[in-house]
Structures are given as C-alpha cells and as structure tokens.
C-alpha cells in the first residue's frame, strides 16, 4: 500500500501532524495525560486548481502552513498551561502572519542588504549580492543557534526530534510503538529547516541577477521575488525527497539535513508518545492500517 504523505510541525510540549485530508495537534498536558484533537483539513487548492500547479503551490502551501501553525501552536499553548482553549479569529491569524512576514523581512533581507552596504557598495554587482546573501544565511544560522539555549524551546527541538523519527517509522512500514521510532534518526528530507535553507541559497541566486544600482529596487526586488523563490525551493525540496537515493538528490538534502542537527534534539521517550498519539489520529481518519 502506497503510503502517504505526512508532514508536522513541532509545537508546545507537543507535535501537529497533517494528512492529505486530517490534522491531529497531540500535546502533553500538566497532568500527564495527553490531549489530542483532529479536525478535517481542506486545501484552497482542491478548490481552486490551478493554485495547485507546479511553483504557485509552494507559496500556498507555506501560507496554508503558517495559517495552520499558529493554531496550533495556540492549542498548545492553552493546553500545556492547563487553561481553556481560545481559538483565533482570522482577523488574529491576519495580524500574526503579517508581524511575521515584517520580522522576516527587516531581520533577514533590509539588515543583510545595509550590513553589506558597509562593506562594498550596491554597484559592485555581483559581490555585494553574493555577500548580501552570506550575510543573511549567517544571519539565519546565528539565530537557530541562539534560540536553543531558551528552554521552552530546547523541548520544542525535541519533539521535531519525535515527529521526524514517528514519520519516518510509518514510512518504514514498521509498527508504531515508541521502541520501535526511538531507533530512527531526527533528520528528515521534507522537513521544513532544510526548506529554509535552501530558501537562502536560491535567493542568493535570484538575487545576483539584480544589476539596478538603485537602493530601493533592489531592495523592493528581494521582496518582491520571496514567492518566485518559495516556489521554486518547495519544487526542488519536494523533488530531491521524493528521489533522496540518487547521488544529485543527496547532494541537495545534505546541508539541510545538517542544519536540522541544530533545530533537532533526540527526544524522551514521553515525547515520542506524544508524536505517535498525532500521528495515529491522523492515519485513524484516513482509514490506514498502522
């Protein structure tokens, strides 16, 4: 039986997994017990098709993502702590991705692209791209080696730790206990960290095409083109898992999986149950035989 195709995403002292169809949020709470919910999910793609083409449904999907993310990383949050459950509205889930995306592009393109300027000027073409996009990937890897020494999210690290070894469990075919994905590894081709990485190389890329002298092109360019690179990062992170066996493949997945050393911890055993839970609601709801 072919299997699916499932993804996550760690969150508060637990893991969301998504099917094709469902999406599970399983998650630890104070007093031991584990609380899941699953609830059917519907892609705007399956309603409008051409959002589902090849380069415009990495854009979707990331939104679809990020949309899907915040709650339940707000599920999580509420059921961790114990407290009720506060749904957010779209006009919250809006604002949220908004200050994100403004996050994101003031720390990650207008700070690279000033730090740059201080040391070789915009004219210089290709150098000052290739410097601007070194900057921001130094940028990205100082952050994701920061982050880890808060607590909370050191056990964020490692439930992506249960999610990608649970995932990889079902794929194997092997049955879902605890034992049995402890002996899998953290690291996933699909994963979202090597999506990211591989974000920053392209732009690096794209970017070095930009010849205008002029501050304001070019930083409206890098802006501008962030879907034409999430699209063409999704198409290539989606090729190189589905043929992770080839030696081109492998070359590709390798940074990423490297990277995912640092945004991954092997987790308890307590946490890999809470992976399992998610992971099961989901494959209950498609009808797949674990």
Not at 132 to 138: E, W, Y
Not at 145 to 169: N, T, W
Not at 241 to 260: S, V, Y
Request: aromatic letters at 8%; glycine letters at 6%.
């Amino acid at each position: 039986m072919k299997k699916l195709v499932i993804g996550g995403q760690a969150v508060i002292e637990g893991v969301m997994m998504k099917s094709p169809k469902y999406l599970s949020i399983a998650v630890r709470k104070p007093n031991k017990k584990i609380s899941v919910k699953t609830e059917s999910f519907k892609s705007i793609t399956d309603k409008y098709k051409w959002l589902g083409w090849p380069l415009i449904r990495g854009v979707v999907n990331l939104i679809e993502m990020l949309a899907i993310g915040m709650q339940a990383l707000t599920f999580s949050a509420n059921e961790a702590s114990g407290e009720e459950e506060e749904e957010l509205t779209k006009t919250e889930i809006i604002t949220t991705f908004l200050a994100a995306m403004l996050f994101t592009v003031a720390f990650f393109i207008i700070l690279p692209f000033y730090l740059s300027k201080l040391v070789v000027t915009s004219g210089q073409g290709i150098l000052f791209n290739l410097l601007d996009g070194l900057i921001r990937v130094g940028l990205f890897l100082v952050y994701v080696l920061v982050i880890p020494f808060m607590k909370d999210i050191r056990a964020v690290f490692q439930y992506h730790g249960a999610e990608h070894k649970s995932v990889h469990c079902y794929e194997s075919g092997k049955k879902l206990t605890v034992k049995n994905a402890q002996k899998f590894s953290t690291l996933h081709p699909r994963c979202g960290t090597s999506f990211l990485l591989i974000v920053l190389v392209i732009s690096i890329l794209i970017f070095s095409l930009i010849t205008s002298e002029s501050t304001i092109i070019k930083i409206l360019a890098r802006v501008v083109l962030l879907p034409v690179i999430a699209g063409l990062s999704y198409e290539l992170l989606r090729f190189s898992a589905r043929h992770e066996k080839t030696i081109c493949c492998r070359a590709i997945i390798w940074p990423g999986l490297m990277l995912q050393k640092l945004t991954t911890r092997e987790p308890t055993d307590k946490q890999v149950e809470v992976a399992i839970k998610a992971l099961e609601a989901v494959l209950k709801k498609e009808k797949v035989r674990k």
